[in-house]
């Protein structure tokens, strides 16, 4: 089945560029996401990137995608420290209405 | 525009009650989906629902339910509550459907079920 994987955590210094990646198996998957969730809140839509797409850039945000390696990446321009979270990754590959989750990585960023 | 609003916030119950979620979607939004997110699981598809059919379902037990309304709110139902099913419970609407193109999912903020 699917399988969507994570680093658990990342630790930046404030100004930093942050970089989280996340590999995953399903050849299918269409579409894939960043979601970001703070303690005792939802998952807040980042950004995605089609699957036919190498890059996407978002304000600070840029999303890389290596379909050959199935590795996707986030990278977090002049992180602040409001940008801790945890990070999550998901794919779907597309006639599906379901995400499947990596496990989340937790950014932390020290002043 | 409202986001996607899912009550109650909080609820605490006791094994073998049974608990009813509710999830309003985004205006427009016909999609919705169910998740549930443990520490130990992390986060895992329930179902999916569409023109209030289900269309999409993961691997959970019959205990799980759900349904959804004429007006795309949807409502899952968990009955004979196990300690583990403590957890919290998360929906996503989308403006996509069954047979058209999926992009994207709004979530929101959850009802965390405490079991006790």
């Known amino acids: 089945g699917e399988d969507v994987e994570q680093s658990l955590f990342l630790s930046v210094r404030e100004g930093d560029s942050s970089v989280i990646n996340c590999t995953y198996t399903?050849?299918?998957?269409?579409?894939l996401y960043w979601y970001k969730q703070e303690p005792g809140a939802g998952l807040q839509l980042l950004t995605y990137i089609f699957s036919n797409m190498d890059m996407k850039q978002d304000q600070r945000l840029t999303v890389l995608l290596n379909k050959k390696d199935k590795h996707l990446s986030l990278r977090i321009a002049d992180t602040q420290t409001g940008d801790s979270a945890i990070y999550f990754c998901a794919e779907s590959s597309g006639s599906a209405r379901q995400l499947t989750f990596g496990s989340g990585t937790q950014l932390t960023v020290l002043p | 525009k409202a986001g996607v609003t899912q009550t109650p916030r909080y609820l605490i119950k006791t094994r073998g009650q049974q608990v009813t979620l509710s999830c309003s979607p985004i205006s427009g939004h016909r999609s919705v989906s169910w998740y549930q997110q443990t520490p130990g699981q992390g986060l895992q598809f329930l179902f999916e629902?569409?023109?209030?059919?289900?269309?999409n379902k993961g691997n959970f037990p019959g205990r799980f339910s759900g349904r959804q309304f004429s007006n795309s709110r949807s409502e899952m139902n968990v009955s004979t509550l196990e300690l583990g099913d403590s957890a919290l419970y998360l929906c996503?609407?989308?403006?996509?459907?069954?047979?058209?193109?999926?992009?994207?999912?709004?979530f929101g903020q959850g009802t965390r079920l405490t079991v006790v």
């Open positions: 996503a609407t989308s403006p996509s459907g069954h047979g058209a193109r999926f992009t994207e999912a709004f």
């Open positions: 399903d050849s299918s998957s269409t579409y």
């Open positions: 629902y569409f023109s209030e059919t289900q269309r």
